[in-house]
């Protein structure tokens, strides 16, 4: 495979933007959250940050980083420290990347585009979700080595002209979502007035008015520029608008989906193919044998079953089960140390969706890229102050929770 990243001796430093003023006021990933609120009408905001049920997995998501503390080592010479990882084949500038989020050019103009194109600009790798709003051969135009992440019916001829579309685009690697057999019990999205279809009703026009910034620089401006949003690549072909009372037809039939059907996609997908949603190890085991490249870790950021494992206590496990298999993790990732808490635990990368979501309806892609910005920061801070030079110096020797010494 041919590698457009960028030259290794400037992956590591490569050049932000200049910030706003409003930009520069935002000190971390949880600060674009407090912000993005304001600006984003109640169930814009309330379908990005909402989990399922009583969001026991997501709230888990993050107690389960607390309960590992750092056992640093001291008196190493860290001067020549770099975060970067390669990934098939490709060398990245950090072990983190932009995981999939769906509809996210509601959140922000072209959000899905605005994304894609900072990740690559910053060499970090970004996956497109099936359920955006833009079609992928736009993204892919935009952001060259973008991975496509695919929800897919138990159809054999809409998982092939699927998977034939995306090659055609020019995807390299593609991202198999396998924790959605059902719609999640997301009871937080309609208390904030979200719904799918997106019903039009007078609570749903107040809150546009009430957030002028959005109302014109995201809807208005997208509808003038590109009509009503579609689900774009559910399909080989164009999916119902976001207003349709028949969008709910793109996302049946995925509970006839099984590793039959992964191991048809393998024989038809020449690039880099990973299954996301593991939790289970045997899970790893069989996307091994069905002749899968890597593996994401993930509980779909809490928005699927409630209660499932989070991904960082499901990681030792799982990484055990794969067998020399690329294993990723995503899922309640929000500083440089949940990173690298990870990476000691056996992830090759970790993805975060909602904080570059929030950042880029905050600040379009200059948000975006100051939001990868801060997390390389404090990924750099965290390995000069641990004692490490490389990345995969990280290993669960230096870390230490209630049973588990340091090695």
Not at 135 to 158: H, M, S
Not at 292 to 299: C, E, K, L, P
Not at 354 to 372: D, K, L, Q, T, W
Request: with cysteine.
């Amino acid at each position: 495979m041919t590698s457009t990243a960028l030259p290794a001796s400037t992956a590591s430093a490569v050049a932000a933007p200049r910030l706003s003023r409003a930009l520069t006021r935002i000190l971390s990933l949880d600060d674009f959250e407090a912000v993005a609120r304001r600006r984003l009408p109640r169930p814009i905001f309330g379908y990005v940050a909402g989990a399922a049920e009583d969001n026991q997995s997501l709230h888990g998501n993050r107690q389960a980083f607390a309960q590992y503390a750092f056992a640093p080592r001291v008196l190493v010479d860290v001067s020549q420290r770099t975060q970067q990882i390669e990934l098939f084949g490709r060398t990245y500038a950090s072990p983190f990347g932009i995981a999939p989020m769906g509809i996210s050019a509601l959140s922000a103009y072209r959000g899905d585009i605005v994304q894609a194109r900072a990740a690559r600009a910053q060499n970090i790798p970004a996956i497109l979700s099936g359920t955006s709003l833009i079609p992928l051969e736009d993204v892919i135009r935009e952001a060259p080595g973008t991975w496509f992440q695919a929800y897919l019916p138990g159809d054999p001829v809409k998982i092939d002209a699927l998977v034939e579309r995306a090659r055609r685009a020019g995807y390299e690697t593609l991202v198999l979502t396998v924790d959605i057999p059902v719609s999640a019990n997301r009871e937080n999205n309609v208390r904030t007035g979200f719904s799918t279809p997106l019903k039009p009703s007078l609570r749903l026009a107040w809150d546009g008015l009430t957030h002028p910034r959005w109302l014109a620089g995201t809807f208005l401006r997208t509808l003038m520029a590109h009509g009503m949003p579609h689900f774009e690549n559910s399909f080989a072909t164009r999916g119902a608008p976001i207003v349709s009372a028949s969008v709910m037809r793109d996302f049946t039939a995925r509970d006839h989906l099984s590793w039959e059907h992964v191991a048809r996609i393998r024989r038809q997908w020449p690039g880099t193919l990973i299954i996301k949603g593991i939790l289970h190890p045997q899970d790893a085991a069989l996307a091994q044998q069905h002749g899968a490249d890597g593996i994401i870790v993930s509980n779909h950021g809490g928005r699927q079953l409630d209660g499932a494992i989070s991904p960082l206590r499901a990681l030792p496990g799982v990484v055990a089960a794969a067998g020399g298999m690329t294993v990723m993790m995503d899922s309640g990732v929000r500083r440089g140390s949940d990173v690298l808490k990870a990476l000691a635990l056996g992830a090759r990368c970790v993805f975060v969706g909602r904080p570059f979501n929030y950042a880029a309806a905050v600040g379009g892609e200059a948000g975006v890229s100051h939001a990868i910005a801060l997390l390389r920061a404090e990924v750099d801070r965290n390995m000069a102050m641990l004692g490490i030079n490389r990345v995969r110096e990280m290993d669960a020797s230096y870390l230490w929770r209630d049973g588990l010494a340091p090695a």
